[in-house]
């Protein structure tokens, strides 16, 4: 193991030395077909991809950058963040097992989980969103196969003891998996905390720039990256090398994008503390939130994602607060250089438990501006919420 930091080790694996004379970035390498010299070596994987689907420089090489950043074995790419969950469940689960993941999972996992999977006989309990790990673990059932984690969790950011979960599943056969697009495989390590799986959308905080979509799968054992592998090749699914190249490039920089928003995200979010229109802001790195304590024993760092849940309000008085915004744009996603925001009200009507909310639920996504200027822009905002409320 490297004794070099992330930060390091991401820019070090583009310089290192005795490779020949090349370009800092590899080649991007658009090919179906590719060709050999021999009808004996045509089939040798040891001598590069035999064909389009497994892919060229770029991939092979962001490939090998995110299993380093994790602390993975291998680690693989596929065309969505929602992939990176379907293709773990897929390859894992078969008829009659059981899923346990709580009430906030990432919508669409859910979707997955409640549509797809319940369809081929792969049932889920989703527990309540502030389940701890002691709750969870006394969930685990006979047909329990894998539990489903994230934390901070969606759009209300719950925290869970990971490595308490993880070790209680361990020790009773039963696979784990947490979806860490959150801490970017930079803040948090699920794998050092005993997960089986980390996932991630690579679409946000690694590719960084809003113009790609890609996930990321890491493992350490080899029964589930063989599962995950053929999963992937049953599948035919395939990034496209000029994607892999561009959430390469964003890999390298991914530690000071990620410091910066972060430190931003700490600044709008004490600022939004002390806000009269606020009741909770939603966010375990701030001091005296839910969750503060676990994220401050086991994460290095924060995304700049986080929650507002206003004092009362109405879901018009929600969108004029959005319309008056000119520095945040008003779209799904996050982890790029911009900031965004987003009415998510209501989702919560999807959850079985639906949490008990003093009024609308924002969410905020802290980009690189200054934070100065989005605390001016959010100054606005709030005006706008406020006339909308006293309106006859």
Same mark, same amino acid.
């Given at each position: 193991?490297?004794? +070099? ?32 010299? %021999?009808? $004996? ?56 097992? $059981? #899923?346990?993941?709580?009430?906030? #999972? ?58 308490? #979960?993880?070790?209680?599943? %361990? ?21 050092? +905390? ?11 905080? #690694? ?22 592998? &053929?999963?992937?090749? &049953? ?16 890999? %390298? ?9 972060? %430190? ?93 909310? $003093? ?34």
């Amino acid at each position: 193991m490297s004794p +070099h930091s992330d930060r390091t080790r991401l820019i070090s694996s583009a310089t290192r030395r005795g490779q020949g004379r090349r370009p800092v970035n590899p080649p991007i390498e658009r090919a179906s077909t590719m060709l050999s010299d %021999r009808a $004996e070596t045509m089939r040798n994987e040891a001598d590069g991809p035999t064909y389009g689907l497994d892919g060229g420089s770029a991939a092979r090489q962001l490939r090998a950058a995110l299993a380093d950043l994790e602390g993975a074995a291998d680690a693989f790419i596929v065309p969505s963040g929602l992939a990176a969950v379907t293709v773990p469940l897929l390859a894992l689960t078969r008829p009659g097992d $059981e #899923v346990i993941a709580t009430d906030a #999972v990432y919508g669409p996992s859910r979707r997955f989980l409640a549509r797809y999977q319940a369809a081929r006989g792969v049932t889920t309990r989703f527990l309540p969103a502030d389940t701890d790990a002691q709750g969870l673990i006394a969930a685990l059932g006979d047909r329990t196969r894998l539990v489903l984690m994230e934390s901070p969790a969606s759009l209300t950011f719950e925290m869970i003891d990971v490595a308490a #979960v993880a070790s209680a599943c %361990r020790e009773r056969g039963v696979l784990t998996m947490l979806d860490n697009t959150w801490g970017a495989g930079l803040a948090f390590k699920p794998l050092a +905390h005993g997960v089986d799986l980390s996932v991630q959308a690579l679409t946000k905080y #690694v590719s960084g720039h809003s113009d790609v979509l890609m996930g990321g799968i890491a493992a350490n054992a080899p029964a589930c990256l063989r599962a995950v592998a &053929d999963t992937i090749e &049953d599948l035919g699914w395939h990034v496209s090398p000029d994607d892999a190249w561009l959430a390469l490039r964003g890999l %390298r920089t991914l530690p000071l994008r990620y410091g910066e928003q972060g %430190r931003s995200g700490l600044i709008v979010a004490e600022w939004l503390q002390t806000r009269p229109e606020v009741s909770r802001v939603l966010y375990p790195p701030l001091p005296g939130a839910v969750g503060h304590d676990l994220w401050q024993r086991d994460f290095t760092g924060a995304a700049s994602l986080m929650g507002v849940v206003l004092k009362g309000g109405t879901e018009a008085a929600a969108r004029a607060f959005l319309d008056a915004l000119s520095l945040f744009g008003i779209g799904y996603s996050w982890g790029g250089f911009e900031s965004l925001i987003t009415h998510e009200t209501h989702q919560m009507a999807y959850r079985v438990q639906p949490p008990a909310l $003093e009024g609308e639920l924002i969410r905020l996504h802290i980009g690189l501006e200054d934070p100065a200027d989005l605390i001016a822009d959010l100054e606005q905002g709030f005006a706008a919420f406020r006339a909308a409320l006293t309106l006859p």
